[in-house]
T-cell receptor, first 113, second 111 residues
Framework: SQQGEEDPQALSIQEGENATMNCSYK?????LQWYRQNSGRGLVHLIL?????REKHSGRLRVTLDTSKKSSSLLITASRAADTASYFC?????????????FGKGTHLIIQP | DAGVIQSPRHEVTEMGQEVTLRCKPI?????LFWYRQTMMRGLELLIY????????DSGMPEDRFSAKMPNASFSTLKIQPSEPRDSAVYFC?????????FGQGTRLTVV
């Protein structure tokens, strides 16, 4: 069963604009991760935020986590055409890799040049 | 490291045939996951192993599906008999701690 649910399902913006994607989940987590998938390829890890963190940055990526609302957001600033991909959040209940990693259905992001 | 290696990349088979998908995880990773991706259902966790032991196979859709991990460097996902609704992209992923590394997937088409 799906744990995370991304919103929106699809997003189309102009190059240079910021893109925001949201993720809601249902159960307690140890950490939440965001992945990217280019068409026809496997998923690639982008960033991880732990349950005791509220915000994290990595380059043009900014992730927030609100455990009281069981939600997270991924912000991509100054978007580029190469950012076109599907983005997934994944919830991780454990901390040592011994638990399953459950993904949402993803947000398909299209950056218009 | 070559990353997670899956084979074959593409498989077309007739309904009723047995299909075996293969995965070689990254060396040193102790967890391995099998996922199925479709437009309708998204990315579904089928089964995962920790230290070669199946931990949770509740995502395996039916008894037609089975997975094995005979050693730390190899896993298989078998579908017998296959059905058209099994058509999907099947991903294998491995990890040592938190970040999962995915293979390129096997695109399965059952006709």
């Amino acid at each position: 069963s799906q744990q995370g649910e991304e919103d929106p399902q699809a997003l189309s913006i102009q190059e240079g604009e910021n893109a925001t994607m949201n993720c809601s989940y249902k159960t307690s987590i140890n950490n939440l991760q965001w992945y990217r998938q280019n068409s026809g390829r496997g998923l690639v890890h982008l960033i991880l935020i732990r349950s005791n963190e509220r915000e994290k940055h990595s380059g043009r990526l900014r992730v927030t986590l609100d455990t009281s609302k069981k939600s997270s957001s991924l912000l991509i600033t100054a978007s580029r055409a190469a950012d076109t991909a599907s983005y997934f959040c994944a919830t991780d209940a454990g901390g040592g890799g011994a638990d399953g990693l459950t993904f949402g259905k993803g947000t398909h992001l299209i950056i218009q040049p | 490291d070559a990353g997670v290696i899956q084979s074959p990349r593409h498989e077309v088979t007739e309904m009723g045939q047995e299909v075996t998908l293969r995965c070689k995880p990254i060396s040193g990773h102790n967890s391995l996951f099998w996922y199925r991706q479709t437009m309708m259902r998204g990315l579904e966790l089928l089964i995962y192993f920790n230290n070669n032991v199946p931990i949770d196979d509740s995502g395996m859709p039916e008894d037609r599906f089975s997975a094995k991990m005979p050693n730390a460097s190899f896993s298989t996902l078998k579908i017998q008999p296959s059905e058209p609704r099994d058509s999907a992209v099947y991903f294998c992923a491995s990890r040592r701690a938190t970040e999962a590394f995915f293979g390129q997937g096997t695109r399965l088409t059952v006709v």
